[in-house]
């Protein structure tokens, strides 16, 4: 398998200063609009420079600015480039940081059907930062597909891709976002038996070494040396042994106890172990390990953004399989805190394999918590796809999680937490049991049994079930590995180290 450069696509991405639109030599140009905007910006020039084209079209109704409609001009005349595509950003109120990505990203998805050499994005003066950064990020995750073991492919990176009117600095911190995005989305696209514990426990360190992180990794030896009870377990079915993932970036410099603790479910595949999934709920169970890809790569973002905060990110990789070993129902573990577990349900692995990297965790003393899993089914059933489930023991940690969410155009709900939910995770045999009475309210009763091994630090879980993984494409991404909350993460460590 290929080593996975953190950089990617970015190192290709350039930002040069505005010059006349007729001078520009590219295969395509891209330039934003809002609603009934051909008056207005880079829209304006470009109109300008081909004797009105635009104004044309938008009285016939065929330009609207509508939000993400693409509409390309091939060959246009008064310009030198092979086409230009216009981007609908819907109402110049309404354009926030995620409309900016999925802008961008719808662009650079079409045009990267074909090979081009170089696209130049003209960057719309009226965003902010903020939004210039998402719509640098957005180009970049637009323009990669699923296609990895595809002889031909569904997109090609653009050979060179230039932001007109941006200051490199911009250019740079938009890249490595679209950098951080991508790599979770190629983690969980990779197919099972090429990403396993050990080689994405390898990956992630080759992305630490490149973004300035400390990497430990245990084996199967340390985990048990650690009392990982859990986590060995579950992974006893696979011929794949586990590993725990610790990352550690110091942004703020002293050795202070993190501001931060990422903590990502890494199931490589669930197969549901004995308690076997069904052929058609197992086919995407690849993206088992999409909480785990997120945490990389949302602590390699901040790591290489080089935000100044202090850093943690642990990831529990397993297979769960069902070799002649493998745990079974009615078996009682001692978790890694001492808590004994009663496994009702082998398919229920995630929060076992949480259970202990949560208590690893705890041991470093961390100001927060946030964790991110593909946990359960019932979170899809509750929110549906494209929604991430919130679940806490500190409001205001999962209302700032909430806010980065909604300015980065993620969407995620919080559900609650009652503590009459305890009860249903309660066993006759062991502390607890690993499924609910029952599958009602299934996301909620999985977040209650991992809220038990935070030991009570301000935490929020992420059910990221939904949203990790899309079966269909959407019109800015490709299907397969969404890399969901990458950006919202990195915007919480971003207000977190202000
Ligand atoms: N990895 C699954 C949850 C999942 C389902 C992720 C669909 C992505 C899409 C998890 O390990 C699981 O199997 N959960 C069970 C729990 C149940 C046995 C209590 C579920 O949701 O059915
Ligand atoms: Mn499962
Ligand atoms: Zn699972």
Same mark, same amino acid.
């Given at each position: ?89 819907g ?11 999925r ?50 492919k ?11 009117g ?35 426990a390898?990956?992630?360190?080759t992305?630490?070494?490149q ?11 340390r ?18 042994a ?16 993190p ?34 890809? #997120? ?5 390699? #973002?901040?790591a ?35 808590? #004994? ?9 995630g ?6 990297v ?24 509750a ?44 066993s ?51 299907g ?7 950006? #919202? ?10």
């Open positions: 398998m290929q080593e996975m450069a953190f950089d990617g696509q970015a190192e290709t991405v350039k930002a040069a200063a505005a010059v006349a639109l007729d001078t520009i030599a590219a295969d395509v140009i891209v330039v934003f609009m809002t609603e009934g905007g051909v008056a207005d910006g880079m829209a304006a020039e470009v109109d300008r420079a081909t004797g009105g084209l635009l104004t044309r079209l938008a009285d016939n109704g065929d330009l609207s600015g509508k939000r993400y409609e693409c509409v390309p001009l091939l060959a246009p005349s008064g310009l030198q480039v092979g086409q230009v595509l216009v981007v609908g950003l109402k110049r109120e309404d354009v926030d940081a995620g409309i900016c990505f802008a961008t990203a719808s662009a650079a998805r079409l045009v990267a059907a074909r090979p081009r050499a170089k696209v130049v994005f003209l960057a719309d003066r009226a965003w902010s930062d903020a939004q210039t950064e998402q719509a640098v990020a957005g180009a970049i995750a637009g323009m990669v597909g699923q296609d990895l073991y595809r002889s031909e569904k997109r090609t990176p653009f050979g060179e891709t230039v932001w007109l941006l200051a490199s600095e911009q250019v740079t911190r938009g890249g490595i976002l679209g950098s951080g995005v991508n790599l979770a989305r190629r983690l969980v696209n990779l197919p099972p038996d090429d990403l396993y514990p050990e080689s994405f390898e990956q992630a360190a992305v630490a070494s973004t300035g992180m400390q990497a430990e990794i245990w084996d199967e030896d985990l048990a040396r650690e009392g990982c009870r859990a986590m060995l377990a579950v992974g006893r079915g696979s011929v794949r586990p590993r725990l993932v610790l990352l550690t970036y110091r942004g703020r410099g002293s050795d202070s106890p501001d931060l603790a990422l903590v990502g479910k890494g199931v490589t595949f669930d197969s549901g172990g004995l308690s076997l999934k069904p052929s058609e709920g197992m086919l995407t169970m690849k993206c088992d390990m999409a909480g785990g890809a #997120t945490m990389l790569a949302a602590a390699a #973002t901040i290489a953004l080089k935000l100044p905060i202090n850093l943690v990110a642990a990831i529990g990789l397993v297979e769960n399989m069902t070799g002649p070993a493998a745990y079974k129902l009615g078996d009682v573990i001692t978790a890694r805190s001492g808590t #004994t577990i009663e496994i009702h349900n082998t398919d229920a692995e929060r076992v394999v949480l259970a202990d949560l208590d690893v965790v705890r041991g470093l003393g961390p100001q927060r918590i946030v964790d991110a899993a593909t946990l359960t089914g019932a979170c899809v059933v929110l549906g796809l494209d929604v991430a489930g919130l679940f806490t023991n500190d409001q205001p940690l999962c209302s700032a999680v909430a806010d980065a969410a909604r300015a980065m155009g993620e969407p995620v709900w919080q559900l609650p937490m009652f503590p009459e939910y305890d009860e249903q995770i309660k006759e045999v062991a502390d607890i049991k690993n499924v609910g009475e029952g599958r009602w309210g299934g996301a909620i009763t999985a977040a209650k049994f991992l809220e038990r091994f935070v030991g009570g630090i301000p935490w929020t879980h992420i059910d990221i079930a939904g949203p990790a993984f899309a079966e269909k494409p959407k019109p800015w991404i490709d397969g590995g969404t890399g969901t909350l990458v950006r #919202t993460l990195v915007t919480l460590a971003q207000r977190l180290s202000q």
